[in-house]
């Protein structure tokens, strides 16, 4: 129905019908000059009743109530990104079966739970999610065992594990500072980055933003929409692009120009 509007409306008169339907949802307001000039304007995504939204949907697909969750919404049916799944084996297949992941980012382990049926044909030796303080507080209570691992900073995850495979899915341009989370993560040396439903834009520069979550989940939070080229460029130094792909369908992002791009990143030295 949107793709027909589009062609029916003038390109202003379009995203300003966007951007309205979209208060009924999630929707976007800026853009704005810089990360603190958006909090007067934001609720935050750490607060205590969207972690137990969370939390308890999270809950129900450990124990197999439901098929997955993502955001703390709930599905019947596993939504796969078949490329990242492909990615993470193509790692391990190149690394007798071995895989370690840093999941930067990674809620209570909506990844892991996501694939997990396919995990456990790998040898996979630990899963480890990186994620804010009162989730990995969450995690360890609720969640952590022998594989799934929670960490509140790349350093002191690294003191237990050393990945191959990282994996940024839906959390760079909630980072305030993407610049200094690549480096970090390049500086690791992992065989692959994967990156997933990350807030893409054809621009040369980023754009900062405040994404307004859906009633249903609630909050809003500064958010980076990421220029490709930027991206590119950061990463060209250590790692070779594998392949890029459109990730998830997400409507409301045209009204910021921008889109749902994954990509898998290899290092450069072990290609070949």
């Not at 382990?109 to 694939?115: A, C, D, E, K, L």
């Amino acid at each position: 129905m949107w793709s027909l509007i589009k062609n029916l409306l003038p390109p202003i008169i379009y995203k300003k019908l966007k951007l309205l339907l979209g208060k009924q949802g999630t929707y976007f307001t800026g853009e704005y000059k810089s990360w603190n000039d958006t909090l007067v304007h934001c609720k935050g995504y750490d607060e205590e009743d969207i972690l137990n939204k969370v939390l308890q949907s999270a809950q129900k697909v450990k124990s197999g109530e439901m098929a997955y969750e993502r955001d703390g919404i709930l599905f019947d049916s596993i939504e796969y990104s078949w490329q990242v799944l492909t990615g993470i084996i193509w790692v391990a297949a190149r690394n007798s079966g071995r895989l370690c992941v840093l999941d930067m980012g990674g809620s209570l382990g909506t990844t892991y739970f996501q694939n997990n049926k396919f995990l456990n044909e790998i040898n996979l030796s630990s899963w480890n999610i990186v994620e804010q303080p009162k989730y990995v507080k969450a995690g360890k209570t609720y969640f952590e065992d022998e594989k799934l691992i929670f960490f509140d900073s790349i350093e002191n995850c690294l003191e237990t594990c050393t990945p191959n495979v990282i994996l940024i899915s839906s959390s760079l341009q909630y980072m305030i500072d993407p610049y200094a989370i690549i480096n970090s993560l390049c500086n690791i040396g992992a065989d692959a980055i994967i990156l997933d439903r990350t807030i893409i834009n054809n621009y040369k520069s980023n754009k900062i933003y405040v994404q307004h979550a859906m009633p249903s989940i609630g909050g809003s939070y500064p958010c980076y929409s990421i220029s490709e080229s930027w991206l590119f460029d950061l990463l060209n130094e250590t790692y070779d692009l594998i392949e890029s792909f459109d990730s998830l369908s997400f409507h409301e992002l045209i009204n910021i120009d921008s889109t749902f791009k994954g990509y898998i990143f290899y290092k450069k030295n072990l290609k070949n």
